[in-house]
């Protein structure tokens, strides 16, 4: 008979992780993070000097832009190499793969959820067209961060006469995961957390390649009375940490919130949106979603999509998706995106990955940092500091319907409206709309070869892509299009004709 599962300290759980190994730690931005292990980690590397020469893996960003989450892995020494979807909350981390001091790739998020699976089941790879002619194209540097980064973990092949990219696998050590609770025999739920992530498979890659699981809770349960409800069975956990409150929040923003594990009762209260650029943007974006569809919207500016319709009463009629596995309700923002407020269902994240690269999505409105005159789009490296795709790749590339959104230029931007006309009150320092974007995140021309529908929108005018470039559509009533647009943009449009935005766009309120 199987024995109580071993419930230990987070100092004692993490003397078990040797030198070299691979650790593949679970969490989504601020949610899901076992924090008191990781931190736990950071201290005995600290006082100790081990271990050394990790390989951290991971899918989705974690941490808080500052010392949180997987800011504790960076350390000299402590880590060899970084293969991660997401690098922008883990500064600290990034800063080491700037400085050439690690090995460090960045992969799209939804590959790399696939990628925990295939590692479980110990076969060859991934194998998808996710990432194909942009940077993580091998042909285009393989995902690679810096000089000191020669391996290669992508590879282009041929499968009956088309070319795919495989994604190699590699043997995983140590998993570390979080759950809400554990019982006796170490089975795992998590009824108080805000995704299911991918502890499932992290779990089993662990066990099945000779490794250890390391589960951090809340709480411990006398047993489990629903076996469905468990997410990790006991029989892959190894060590079971007991976290303090202060290190197991439901988010790195909020201690706990009802309404993200809870379909029950839900009409939320959004604070009145003031009106600004990025309420001009997601009132237009917001236009491109039909009824019934499914939605994917991205972190930064498309959250003022939700904002606008929930002003407008149009919430219920699309649904709403995250990567992270919420389905339904309304995405959080900040450090709790990633959750949903009264989501409908929540999967695990791998499946959700599956529908989006399957063309789940009918669309997706998503944020862009740079574009260029081809509509390739650039969301990982600006401003000096490295960002990553996350799941960008995976959703931009799947969906069949693209809303980019962005201000026209970035920098202290300030814009007015008067009687239904727009003014610039002081100009963006930053072109956003240039000759040729720093990294290729989204490869305008393979999307026209799949048939997908490409928007960009803009506080002033909205553009769409052709196989010619970018073909100016809308202006804004007020807009100066020589002064105001081409003047702006580093690259020249199309002009042919076009169109005014619609009007409700400008409405002061």
């Keep these: 008979m199987r024995g109580a599962a ?16 691979t650790i593949a730690v679970g969490g989504f931005i601020g949610a899901g993070h ?3 292990i990781t931190a736990a980690l950071e201290q005995r590397f600290l006082q100790s000097q081990t271990p050394v020469g ?19 892995f960076a350390h000299r020494g402590l880590i060899r190499r970084v293969v991660g979807g997401h690098w922008n909350l883990a500064p600290k981390l990034g800063r080491l793969a700037l400085d050439n001091e690690i090995e460090a790739y960045n992969l799209p998020q939804g590959v790399i959820c696939a990628l925990l699976r295939e590692i479980a089941a110990k076969r060859p790879g991934v194998f998808t067209k996710v990432g194909m002619n942009t940077f993580i194209d091998p042909v285009n540097g393989g995902g690679r961060l810096n000089a000191r980064t020669t391996e290669p973990l992508v590879e282009l092949l041929l499968l009956d006469g088309q070319p795919w990219l495989r ?60 076996p469905k409800s468990v997410r990790v069975p006991g ?3 190894d060590f079971i940490v007991v976290a303090q409150p202060s290190e197991h929040p439901q988010t790195f923003a909020e201690t706990f919130n009802e309404n993200y594990v809870t379909t029950a009762g839900g009409r939320i209260e959004f604070p009145a949106m003031p009106f600004s650029e990025r309420k001009i943007i997601g009132r237009r974006a917001l236009m491109e979603i039909r009824r019934g569809d499914m939605v994917n919207l991205g972190i930064g500016l498309p959250e003022a999509v939700a904002t606008v319709a929930a002003e407008t009463g149009r919430l219920e009629e699309f649904t ?13 923002s900040g450090l709790s995106f990633g959750c949903s407020h009264f989501p409908e269902a929540v999967v695990d994240q791998p499946a959700q990955f599956d529908f989006y690269d399957g063309g789940g999505l009918d669309i997706a409105v998503l944020g862009a940092a ?7 789009v650039n969301v990982s490296t600006f401003a000096g500091r490295f960002a990553g795709v996350g799941g960008f790749v995976n959703i931009a590339q799947s969906a069949r319907r693209v809303v980019f959104c962005s201000t026209l230029r970035v920098g202290e931007l300030e814009v007015a409206v008067s009687d239904g006309r727009l ?18 995140c989204f490869h305008g021309a393979t999307a026209l070869a799949n048939g997908q529908q490409v928007l960009f929108v803009t506080e002033r005018a909205v553009f769409e892509l052709t196989p010619r470039g970018l073909a100016l559509r809308e202006l804004a009533a007020g807009a100066d299009l020589q002064r105001d647009v081409l003047a702006q943009m580093e690259l020249t449009p199309i002009i042919g004709e076009y169109s005014p935005m619609p009007q409700t766009c400008f409405l002061n309120s």
């Excluded at 740079?370 to 390739?376: I, M, P, R, S, Y």
């Design 6 to 21: 071993r419930i230990v300290s987070a100092a004692e759980a993490v003397a078990a992780i040797p030198d070299g190994v």
């Design 34 to 36: 076992p924090e008191a």
């Design 54 to 72: 990790l390989t951290l893996l991971y899918a989705a960003g974690q941490g808080d832009r500052g010392n949180l989450g997987l800011n504790h």
């Design 167 to 226: 994604y190699r696998t590699f043997p995983i050590h140590v998993g570390i995961i979080r759950a809400t609770s554990a019982d006796r025999l170490g089975n795992l739920t998590l009824e108080r957390e805000g995704i299911i992530g991918e502890v499932l498979p992290i779990a089993q890659a662990a066990r099945n390649h000779g490794g250890i699981v390391i589960a951090q809770v809340e709480r411990i349960v006398d047993r489990v009375a629903d």
């Design 235 to 237: 029989a892959l956990v």
């Design 320 to 332: 709403l998706t995250l990567e992270s596995g919420p389905i339904g309700g309304v995405p959080a």
């Design 370 to 376: 740079e574009v260029d005159a081809e509509g390739n």
């Design 423 to 440: 003014r610039i009150i002081r100009e963006g320092q930053h072109a956003k709309f240039v000759q040729r974007v720093q990294q290729n």
